[in-house]
């Protein structure tokens, strides 16, 4: 069966995300457009240069996770000079480590610009935050007066990931202003309204895959001091809009996976973390596919 898909951001979580994907592989279903996330962008867009799930396992499997955290250069120590870094540069970690290997992995499939996929095969959420703004790429880059089919799938994955302060944000030029393009889950972390739409006619089932409890069984935020204040703000804008969608919406097409035990920046797992990662999407897959039906 041919459908659409979403997958929600969650950094290091998003290993559930394959899981989720073989069992969806196995049951014989085939994605037309993809749609993600941070980390579920990753997963997005290796799916819509055709890698199965197997294969996406073996390179994450393969990948040392800490490849992805470059810190700039400097002849200080990085714990003396992390600190002036993200004052001045906005994030601990250049993030051009990230978008080099996944310019790699994409390359391999042919796939280095937009107009290597199909029209509206991979769309991807990013955060402007200085024109105060969400961007879906490559569809919005039309009013950055930037050819969207030209532009480097690689390039809006990381700016898709680039979580604020832990990496560089992505710096956009137009000829207006320069942009400052953060991780697309300040503002959506799982993007199914890009194809569930009110009053609009789905070419095709949409299935969404959540790196979190259904909302109604989320624990509340414990608020105590001002750390665990910035944490629960940072989660409530994260998931604020995405949930009163999700509550009017069909949750019934949604394959949630709970993972608020397990720590997003999290980039030293063993192999028997990432199975037990990867396994944990796999088994809400089935179980979701015990009770689903379109």
Same mark, same amino acid.
């Given at each position: 069966?041919?459908?659409?898909?979403?997958?929600?951001?969650?950094?290091?979580?998003?290993?559930?995300?394959?899981?989720?994907?073989?069992?969806?592989?196995?049951?014989?279903?085939?994605?037309?457009? +993809?749609?993600?996330?941070?980390?579920?962008?990753?997963?997005?867009?290796?799916? =819509?240069?055709? $890698?199965?799930?197997?294969?996406?396992?073996?390179?994450?499997?393969?990948?040392?996770?800490?490849?992805? /955290?470059?810190?700039?250069?400097?002849?200080? #120590?990085?714990? +003396?000079?992390?600190?002036?870094?993200? $004052?001045?540069?906005?994030?601990?970690?250049?993030?051009?480590?990230?978008?080099?290997?996944?310019?790699?992995?994409? =390359?391999?499939?042919? +796939?280095?610009?937009?107009?290597?996929?199909? #029209?509206? =095969? @991979?769309?991807?959420?990013?955060?402007? /935050?200085?024109?105060?703004?969400?961007?879906?790429?490559?569809?919005?880059?039309?009013?950055?007066?930037?050819?969207?089919?030209?532009?480097?799938?690689?390039?809006?994955?990381?700016?898709?990931?680039?979580?604020? $302060?832990?990496?560089?944000?992505?710096?956009?030029?137009?000829?207006?202003?320069?942009?400052?393009?953060?991780?697309?889950?300040? @503002?959506?972390?799982?993007?199914?309204? @890009?194809?569930?739409?009110?009053?609009?006619?789905?070419?095709?089932?949409?299935?969404? +895959?959540?790196?979190?409890?259904?909302?109604?069984?989320? #624990?509340?935020?414990? !608020?105590?001091?001002? !750390?665990?204040?910035?944490?629960?703000?940072?989660?409530?804008?994260?998931?604020?809009?995405?949930?009163?969608?999700?509550?009017?919406?069909?949750?019934?097409?949604?394959?949630?996976?709970?993972?608020?035990?397990?720590?997003?920046?999290?980039?030293?797992?063993?192999?028997?973390?990432?199975?037990?990662?990867?396994? /944990?999407?796999?088994?809400?897959?089935?179980?979701?596919?015990?009770?689903?039906? $379109?």
């Amino acid at each position: 069966m041919d459908i659409d898909g979403v997958f929600s951001g969650g950094g290091i979580k998003g290993f559930a995300l394959i899981g989720a994907y073989e069992e969806l592989e196995k049951r014989g279903f085939r994605f037309k457009r +993809v749609a993600g996330t941070s980390a579920g962008s990753i997963i997005a867009a290796l799916i =819509a240069a055709n $890698y199965s799930s197997k294969e996406i396992y073996q390179i994450m499997d393969e990948l040392e996770l800490k490849q992805l /955290l470059d810190p700039r250069n400097t002849i200080f #120590p990085f714990s +003396v000079m992390k600190w002036i870094l993200l $004052y001045w540069r906005l994030g601990l970690y250049k993030g051009d480590a990230l978008e080099k290997w996944l310019a790699e992995k994409l =390359a391999a499939r042919g +796939v280095r610009k937009f107009s290597d996929l199909q #029209p509206q =095969a @991979l769309r991807v959420i990013a955060s402007d /935050l200085t024109n105060d703004q969400l961007i879906v790429l490559p569809d919005d880059l039309v009013k950055y007066g930037i050819d969207p089919t030209s532009f480097p799938v690689a390039k809006a994955i990381r700016m898709s990931c680039s979580m604020p $302060y832990f990496f560089e944000p992505v710096k956009l030029y137009t000829k207006r202003n320069t942009s400052i393009v953060v991780d697309g889950g300040v @503002l959506s972390n799982f993007p199914m309204w @890009l194809f569930d739409k009110d009053n609009i006619q789905k070419e095709r089932p949409v299935l969404g +895959v959540q790196l979190s409890s259904h909302i109604s069984d989320r #624990p509340p935020n414990k !608020i105590n001091n001002a !750390i665990q204040m910035f944490g629960a703000l940072f989660e409530t804008m994260k998931e604020a809009h995405d949930s009163r969608y999700i509550s009017k919406r069909h949750a019934h097409n949604i394959i949630f996976i709970p993972t608020e035990g397990l720590l997003t920046t999290e980039f030293q797992l063993t192999p028997e973390k990432k199975e037990e990662i990867v396994n /944990l999407g796999r088994d809400c897959t089935k179980k979701f596919f015990s009770k689903w039906s $379109y």
